[in-house]
């Protein structure tokens, strides 16, 4: 069965523009399939530059925050840039807590953390 | 089938829900169980760390309890009132030692993708208490309206 699109990727100067068509991203087996599409982001070329947008999310869960490490490690492995923007103040919350604030760069605008890159 | 060892289960107040311990069939208790909590007026903050702590614990009951083994069944009680919710989900597993889960904010385990859900679990509800040697775990949260 094709899995569900979990992300739509719009370009912008050549950064992946990645949103998030899921507001929970919370089960397990929803996360693998958007793992795998964002994966397949991070592996269309060296020096991949994404920019997660987490403004329509609103729940997160521990497997979300252990797909988004291992994103973010393949990202680096193709020495590209991955950044995070949007994040509501109740899963900013969840970044804190486990302190995986100190992991990712995270952005409050989009805007901003494209001038990032 | 196992029987739940907490005596207090067989309280009356407590509702049970009984699903294959499969990730899909784990996703069911949740919609009974929030739409009681919806209907006893919790904040949104609340519910939020319900559904969050919910989600860690059936999905540590079906991959870490049942070691993914769908013929093993996972069995939540849980009772809402105005006061608190409680939500106890037991698995048919071997059990664990819940202090001998390592912290997942340590610097050298910051990078590993796994074992952060008792963390949240602990962190978004009032009382996270492991019982039966860690076949079980009873989540409440509070009505702080």
Request: charged fraction near 30%.
């Given at each position: 069965?094709?899995s ?23 089960d397990e087996l929803a996360i693998r399939e ?84 | ?22 990730l899909e069939?784990?996703k ?118």
């Amino acid at each position: 069965m094709p899995s569900a699109e979990h992300i739509i990727v719009t370009k912008n100067n050549g950064i992946n523009v990645i949103e998030f068509n899921d507001r929970k991203i919370l089960d397990e087996l929803a996360i693998r399939e958007l793992g795998e599409q964002l994966q397949d982001v991070a592996e269309s070329q060296d020096g991949v530059r994404i920019l997660l947008n987490f403004q329509n999310v609103e729940h997160l869960s521990s497997a979300a925050l252990g797909m988004l490490i291992t994103l973010d490690q393949r990202v680096k492995e193709r020495k590209g840039a991955l950044k995070l923007s949007n994040i509501n103040p109740q899963i900013y919350e969840v970044f804190k807590i486990t302190r995986l604030n100190k992991l990712f760069e995270i952005h409050e605008s989009a805007a901003r953390a494209l001038g990032a890159f | 089938m196992t029987q739940p060892d907490s005596e207090h289960i067989r309280d009356d107040r407590y509702r049970a829900i009984r699903v294959k311990s499969t990730l899909e069939d784990a996703k069911l208790p949740e919609m009974e169980i929030l739409a009681d909590v919806r209907r006893h007026r919790f904040c949104e903050e609340a519910e939020f760390a319900i559904k969050l702590a919910l989600e860690e614990a059936m999905t540590n009951a079906v991959k870490h309890g049942n070691c993914n083994d769908a013929s093993k069944q996972i069995t939540v009680y849980f009772f809402v009132d105005d006061e608190r919710a409680e939500i106890i989900v037991c698995d048919e597993g071997c059990g664990f030692e819940p202090g001998g889960v390592p912290d997942p904010t340590e610097n050298d385990r910051l990078t590993l993708p796994n074992g952060r859900g008792i963390m949240l679990m602990r962190a978004y509800m009032d009382e996270v208490e492991y019982r039966c040697n860690g076949r079980e775990v009873c989540l409440v949260k509070l009505n702080k309206r």
